[in-house]
């Protein structure tokens, strides 16, 4: 079974400044992708980026990249010039191809004004 | 933008009731998924629903739930006997390839007193 861990329970940043979460999975896959979802108060799950295994290139969305590590089974987010709108939870997720999200625990990231 | 919508956005019932929560999935897609949250915890995968079957469950996903897609619009989530636990967050999601880019309904938030 995989398993997706975030280990910051909470971040935060100033506004304007640069920051990022941290994700680890564990899977004995070799293709997978990978995602970050956003989920402001409103609770909704937006989905900020994705990441496909087989890709050396790290994905870039505007603001948000990734570091994708498949060695280390890493997969991080890069929020830079954070803005008071990006404060939300962030869950990394996980998917074998299959049919099936593993989300992490989720990270709190508070952008200070 | 094409988006996921989910009614009711918030449900109140009594334990042991009946609750069907609805979901219109964007027009194209192929794959319909259930998903929920219990407050303050990870988003857990429930079930997903592929060709007007069952595709993948997961071990939540018991007897006392069922899914349907009753007609070519609308997919459904019951749960026949609630119980106090199955209060949290229930996300409806649709993708238009298995496990890929899944798009979330805002949420319906349901209450078992």
Known sequence: ?113 | EPEVTQTPSHQVTQMGQEVILRCVPISNHLYFYWYRQILGQKVEFLVSFYNNEISEKSEIFDDQFSVERPDGSNFTLKIRSTKLEDSAMYFCASSYIGGLEAFFGQGTRLTVV
């Open chain 1, 1 to 113: 079974a995989q398993t997706v861990t975030q280990s910051q329970p909470e971040m935060s940043v100033q506004e304007a400044e640069t920051v990022t979460l941290s994700c680890t999975y564990d899977t004995s896959e070799s293709d997978y992708y990978l995602f970050w979802y956003k989920q402001p108060p409103s609770r909704q799950m937006i989905l900020v980026i994705r990441q496909e295994a087989y890709k050396q290139q790290n994905a870039t969305e505007n603001r948000f990249s990734v570091n994708f590590q498949k060695a280390a089974k890493s997969f991080s987010l890069k929020i830079s010039d954070s803005q008071l709108g990006d404060a939300a939870m962030y869950f990394c997720a996980f998917n074998n191809a299959g049919n099936m999200l593993t989300f992490g625990g989720g990270t709190r990231l508070m952008v200070k004004p």
